[in-house]
């Protein structure tokens, strides 16, 4: 079954880090980019970044450069997500999302396969 | 970095048609994905590249793109439709990922 299966749920102190895991199953989980999304309550869609798991190439939102740090392990088929000194404001709903399309460039690139999320809380 | 606008919400009947749209400055040229989120769930890519349906969507899902707006037109809209529904796209100049704010459809 072609899935991803993401971490509990965290609570969080303001300052502290988080490390939130996504598991792949069903398909070459090193052929396909990973992507990490998170939703606030209340809010919108709003996109991290993302992880090449073949090469551990990485590109991040500028909105969270320096706090974020994606990695991934192949031999356990699983992403994660690293976000450091944390504040309230990051509570949210994160999501990791597999991306799958054709062509250069990403235009014709999209998210065909999402985790149910890890609500991580922020607060002291 | 590039703005995709979307109404916050769209009401409509059961078995009529929703339109939900997506704005963005010559969006036309660019290729917009539409997904679904219910709560607690994961979210559901239902249209993909402007106007592509994955398998398992069903046929009442369309889109189209043209000019400064796309599009995603649910015909016969059932109860089970009721979600949030985002448009998205690649941002070439920032090479980033962009989310619409969301549209709630409400089946009445």
């Known amino acids: 079954q072609v899935q991803l299966v993401q971490s509990g749920a965290e609570v969080k102190k303001p300052g502290a880090s988080v490390k939130v895991s996504c598991k792949a199953s069903?398909?070459?989980?090193?052929?396909?980019?990973m992507h990490w999304v998170r939703q606030a309550p209340g809010q919108g869609l709003e996109w991290m970044g993302w992880?090449?798991?073949?090469?551990?190439?990485?590109k991040y939102s500028q909105k969270f450069q320096g706090r974020v740090t994606m990695t991934s392990d192949t031999s356990m088929n699983t992403a994660y997500m690293d976000l450091s000194s944390l504040r309230p404001d990051d509570t949210a709903v994160y999501f990791c999302?597999?991306?799958?399309?054709?062509?250069?460039?990403?235009?014709?690139?999209?998210?065909?396969?999402w985790g149910r999320g890890t609500l991580l809380t922020v607060s002291s | 970095s590039y703005v995709l606008t979307q109404p916050p919400s769209v009401s409509v009947a059961p078995g009529r048609t929703a339109r939900i749209t997506c704005g963005g400055n010559n969006i036309g040229d660019q290729s917009v994905h539409w997904y679904q989120l219910r709560p607690g769930q994961a979210p559901v890519l239902v249209v993909y590249d402007n106007s592509d349906r994955p398998s398992g969507i069903p046929e009442r899902f369309s889109g189209s793109n043209s000019g400064n707006t796309a599009a995603l037109t649910i015909s016969r809209v059932e109860a089970g439709d009721e979600a949030d529904y985002y448009c998205q796209v690649w941002d070439s100049n920032s090479d980033h990922w962009v989310f619409g704010g969301g549209t709630k459809l409400t089946v009445l």
């Open positions: 999302a597999r991306l799958r399309g054709k062509g250069s460039g990403w235009t014709n690139w999209y998210f065909d396969l």
């Open positions: 992880i090449n798991p073949r090469t551990g190439g990485t």
């Open positions: 069903g398909y070459t989980f090193s052929s396909q980019y």
